[in-house]
C-alpha cells in the first residue's frame, strides 16, 4: 500500500507538472480564475513583471478617485498589498476619460503607463517607482503629456525600444496615425519625426491598435484601414528607425489586407517572429457573424502563402461574435490568440482562446481541438493577455457580476501552456556575407555536446544537415552550408545538451535567388516577361493586390514565360512565383 500510495503521489505532481495545455491553472486565483478586487474598472492591457507579479491596467474608479488605474496581483493571483493603496493606484488627470492603454516595466523594474489623459484628450504617459509611486525623475513630476494637432488624441499602445527609448503610438482624431518617441526621461525625442511626433495622413478613417519594434529598430504599428465602412481591412504600417515610412514595406510603407468574401475586418494585434514575419490578428464579418481572423505576413509586407489559406486563417467559436485583442508568440513558434466570444447583444460573453501550429492549422493538443472558453462572472471580455517564462498565459479583462455594486470589475484567467524548455536560449545565429551562412557564439556553463544545424523551406519542419560539435573555451562559430538548396531556405539550431535536453535558437532566412529572377518591362502594360525560373519543374505563378486577392494565376514549365496582364487595372500588384514549396515575391507596376 506504501509503495502504491507514492506511486499515486508521483502520477499527481507529474500530471500538475505537465497539466493539458489550455486548461486553467488551478494554483491561480479561485480554479485558475480571479475576480476584483470589488470596485469599477475597466482594464485594456497587462504585463507580467520579472518577479512573476502581474500588473492589470485601465481606467476607473477607486477611493472617490478616477483615472489610469493600475492594479498589481501576485503569481497566485492574489492581490499585492504592497503596491499603492491595498494593491491598486489611481492617477487622475481629470480629464473625461483618462484611461490606460499600455503597459511595459523597464528593466530596473520601472512601470511605465500610456494613454489619453486631460481635458483636451492628449496623450499622456507616467511612470512609477516598483511601488507604484510617480517616478519624479520622469517628465513634470513624474508625468509626460503631449498634445498633437489641437485636436482629440487618443492612445492605444505601447513599447519600450532596447536602448530605452519609449514609443506610444494611437490616432489623431480619426484620420492621423501618430508614433510619439520619448527619451528615458520622458522628454520628447528631437531626433525623431517632428520633434519627437510622427504622423501619417489617411484620407479615409481609420484606428491604431497595435505596436512592435523590430530588432533592426523598425517600428511597427497596426489597425483598421476605412474603419467606418463595411470594406474595412487590416492596416499595417512600418516606419524606419529615422521616422520615415519604410519604402521596402508593402506598399509605400503601408500593407492594408482583407479576408476574400468577408467584410468588416479588424486588426488589434500584431507580433513579430524572430524571422520578422509578421502575425496579425483581430475578427472578420461573413452576415451576422464575426469570426477571429488571423494573418502572417513576409517581412516585407507581402502575405506569407505558407501559412492557413494564403496566409490568411479564419476561426469559428460557435459563437455569434469572436474577435481576437491580443495575439502571443511560443519559443516554439506555436501563436495563440486570445479575445472574447459572446451572443449578438453583447451579453454571455467569455474568454476565447485559439492555438495554433506554426503553418497555421489549429493545435488540436491544445483545450479541446485547438480552442478553449472561459466564463468568468457574468459576461466577460478578454482584452490583453502575456505569456509567462513558463509558458502559462495570462488573460486580463473586466466582467459583470450581477447583484454587485460596481458594474464592471477587473478580472484574470491564468491557462497552463504545456511543458516549454524554459532553459535561457542560447546566442542568436547571425548571417554573415554568404548567402548560405551563419555564425552563431557558444552557450557556455550548459552542457552543450554539439549544435545541430537544421535546414527548411517553409520555417516549419526542419531537417539535420550537419552537427558542429561544442569545443570547449570556444567562443564562436562559423557554418556555410556546402550543398544549399535553389529559393529562400531558413536555418535554425539546436544546442543539444549532455543530459538530452535540446534548446532551439532563433531562425535566419539564407539565400537570395530572388535576385536572379527578372521582370521586364516593368511598368508594364499589356505583357509581363519573367526570366529565371526553373528549366525542370513546373512554376506556380500568382499575380495579387496588395490587399491579397489572387487576380491572375498560372502555370509555367520552362525558364521564362510571358504572362498576359492587360485586364489588370492599372495599379502595383505583387508577383508570387512557387517552385517545390519555395516562394519568391516580386513587385510589379501595371500602367494604363
Same mark, same amino acid.
Given at each position: ?12 505532481? /507529474? ?31 497587462? &504585463? ?9 491596467? =485601465? ?42 492603454? @499600455? ?37 513634470? +513630476? ?15 499602445? %505601447?513599447?519600450?525600444?532596447?536602448? =530605452?527609448?519609449?514609443?506610444?503610438? @494611437? !490616432? ?10 520619448? #527619451? ?21 478613417? %481609420? ?12 517600428? #511597427? ?31 509605400? @510603407? ?28 483581430? =475578427?472578420?464579418? #461573413?452576415?451576422?457573424?464575426?469570426? !477571429? ?80 472558453? &472561459? ?29 454587485? &455594486?460596481?458594474?464592471?470589475?477587473? $478580472? ?52 539535420? /544537415? ?20 535553389? @529559393? ?13 535536453? !535540446? ?6 532566412? $539564407? ?42 494565376? &498560372? ?6 514565360? +510571358? ?8 495599379? +502595383?500588384? !505583387? ?18
Amino acid at each position: 500500500m506504501k509503495y502504491l500510495f507514492n506511486f499515486l503521489f508521483a502520477v499527481i505532481i /507529474i500530471t500538475s507538472a505537465y497539466a493539458q495545455p489550455g486548461t486553467l491553472d488551478s494554483s491561480f486565483g479561485d480554479a485558475g480564475k480571479v475576480i476584483g478586487p470589488n470596485y469599477y474598472a475597466y482594464v485594456y492591457a497587462t &504585463t507580467i513583471q520579472q518577479d512573476g507579479k502581474i500588473i492589470a491596467c =485601465g481606467g476607473g474608479s477607486y477611493g472617490n478617485q478616477g483615472g489610469f488605474l493600475l492594479i498589481r496581483y501576485n503569481p497566485d493571483g492574489s492581490v499585492d498589498s504592497s503596491f499603492g493603496t491595498n494593491g491598486a493606484v489611481v492617477t487622475d488627470f481629470s480629464g473625461p476619460i483618462d484611461e490606460a492603454y @499600455g503597459v511595459v516595466v523597464q528593466p530596473d523594474g520601472k512601470i511605465l503607463a500610456a494613454g489619453q489623459v486631460g481635458r483636451n484628450i492628449d496623450a499622456g504617459v507616467i511612470r512609477y517607482l516598483p511601488n507604484g509611486d510617480p517616478d519624479s525623475s520622469f517628465g513634470v +513630476n513624474g508625468i509626460a503629456v503631449t498634445e498633437l494637432l489641437g485636436g482629440d488624441d487618443y492612445v492605444s499602445s %505601447m513599447a519600450l525600444q532596447q536602448d =530605452g527609448k519609449i514609443l506610444v503610438t @494611437g !490616432m489623431q482624431g480619426t484620420r492621423y496615425a501618430f508614433v510619439i518617441r520619448y #527619451l528615458p526621461d520622458g522628454s520628447l525625442d528631437n531626433g525623431f519625426g517632428d520633434n519627437g511626433k510622427q504622423l501619417t495622413f489617411f484620407d479615409r478613417e %481609420m484606428e491604431i491598435n497595435s505596436v512592435a519594434v523590430q530588432g533592426d529598430g523598425k517600428i #511597427l504599428i497596426g489597425g483598421i484601414a476605412d474603419r467606418l465602412y463595411s470594406s474595412s481591412k487590416f492596416l499595417i504600417i512600418r516606419y524606419l528607425s529615422d521616422d520615415s515610412l519604410d519604402e521596402a514595406f508593402g506598399e509605400a @510603407g503601408i500593407v492594408k489586407a482583407t479576408f476574400p468574401n468577408y467584410k468588416n475586418t479588424k486588426l488589434y494585434s500584431i507580433a513579430l517572429q524572430d524571422d520578422n514575419k509578421i502575425v496579425a490578428a483581430g =475578427g472578420t464579418t #461573413l452576415g451576422y457573424d464575426e469570426f !477571429m481572423a488571423l494573418a502572417r505576413f513576409e517581412s516585407n509586407g507581402i502575405p506569407d502563402l505558407l501559412f492557413g489559406n494564403e496566409g490568411k486563417v479564419i476561426t469559428d467559436f460557435n459563437r455569434q461574435i469572436s474577435e481576437t485583442k491580443t495575439v502571443l508568440l511560443q519559443p516554439d513558434g506555436k501563436i495563440v490568440a486570445i479575445g472574447s466570444a459572446y451572443d449578438y447583444i453583447g451579453i454571455n460573453g467569455v474568454f476565447a482562446l485559439a492555438r495554433y501550429k506554426t503553418d497555421g492549422s489549429l493545435d488540436s493538443s491544445f483545450g479541446t481541438n485547438g480552442l478553449q472558453t &472561459t466564463a468568468v462572472g457574468d459576461n466577460a471580455r478578454g482584452n490583453a493577455a502575456a505569456m509567462q517564462p513558463d509558458g502559462k498565459i495570462v488573460i486580463v479583462g473586466d466582467t459583470y457580476i450581477s447583484g454587485q &455594486t460596481y458594474s464592471s470589475v477587473f $478580472c484574470l484567467a491564468r491557462y497552463n501552456g504545456g511543458k516549454l524548455n524554459n532553459l535561457p536560449e542560447f546566442a542568436k545565429i547571425q548571417k554573415w556575407q554568404g548567402h548560405y551562412g551563419f555564425t552563431w557564439n557558444s552557450w557556455p556553463g550548459n552542457k552543450t555536446t554539439y549544435y545541430s544545424v537544421g535546414r527548411s523551406t517553409n520555417a516549419s519542419s526542419f531537417t539535420e /544537415i550537419a552537427q558542429v560539435t561544442d569545443i570547449p573555451k570556444q567562443k564562436k562559430y562559423k557554418f556555410e552550408d556546402p550543398n544549399p538548396l535553389s @529559393g529562400i531556405v531558413y536555418y535554425r539550431l539546436t544546442a543539444v545538451r549532455t543530459d538530452g535536453v !535540446m534548446v532551439n535558437s532563433n531562425i535566419i532566412t $539564407c539565400g537570395n535567388d530572388a535576385g536572379f529572377i527578372q521582370l521586364y518591362p516593368n511598368p508594364a502594360k499589356n505583357s509581363l516577361h519573367i526570366e529565371g525560373l526553373s528549366a525542370t519543374e513546373k512554376t506556380k505563378l500568382s499575380i495579387l493586390d496588395f490587399s491579397g486577392y489572387a487576380k491572375l494565376v &498560372t502555370t509555367a514549365t520552362g525558364n521564362s514565360y +510571358n504572362f498576359n496582364i492587360a485586364q489588370l487595372k492599372p495599379g +502595383n500588384y !505583387m508577383l508570387v512565383i512557387e517552385t517545390k514549396g519555395n516562394v519568391v515575391t516580386k513587385k510589379f507596376v501595371k500602367e494604363q
